[in-house]
């Protein structure tokens, strides 16, 4: 413990598995202080490059005073092209980001209750050009992303932030089956 979980990659932040507030469950915590900038805590989990995935991941604040800011990372191939699918805790707001040549330009927002002090449930859907948004079983609508390229997956947090993020999940998207 203390540690990030072996095979994956810290991009930036300081990240260790920690015991949650219980003592029972082991979870993946950013625990680093804020970064230079507006520069993201990222980390990358050991899995090869795709484009097309159904990804999860459980998020809860855990912290006061920085950005609750926490999220998926997906098509990540290099610090200049990636996807970034982020909850804001706090004012309760999902965002989705494409970085791409180093610009970072927002692709669609979504305004909805994110449970405070709770675990919550950030799912995405990627296949073709089409990413579906879900947040605690809810759908919260469909992005078309410009030139989709094959990437690797990850974890982000806020500035500074202290969240929690168990549970990760990516997989193949279901065969014959609609996004989603």
Do not use: Y
Not at 93 to 102: A, H, K, S, T, Y
Not at 151 to 173: I, N, S, T
């Amino acid at each position: 413990m203390g540690e990030p979980p072996r095979g994956w990659e810290a991009l930036s932040g300081r990240w260790a598995v920690q015991l949650d507030e219980d003592g029972r469950n082991r979870v993946l915590v950013q625990t680093g202080p804020p970064l230079p900038g507006f520069d993201l805590p990222a980390i990358l989990a050991p899995t090869p490059l795709v484009r097309d995935l159904r990804a999860a991941v459980k998020v809860k604040p855990a912290g006061t005073g920085a950005f609750e800011t926490m999220g998926l990372i997906l098509r990540w191939r290099d610090p200049g092209t990636m996807t970034i699918v982020r909850v804001e805790g706090t004012p309760g707001r999902i965002w989705l980001d494409r970085v791409q040549d180093g610009q970072r330009s927002l692709r669609a927002g979504n305004i909805t209750p994110v449970h405070g002090n709770r675990w919550n449930i950030l799912r995405v859907t990627a296949q073709g050009d089409w990413l579906n948004l879900f947040l605690n079983g809810q759908f919260l609508g469909g992005v078309r992303e410009d030139d989709p390229v094959p990437g690797r997956v990850g974890l982000m947090a806020g500035p500074g932030a202290r969240v929690l993020l168990d549970d990760f999940l990516m997989e193949p998207p279901a065969t014959g089956a609609a996004p989603g």
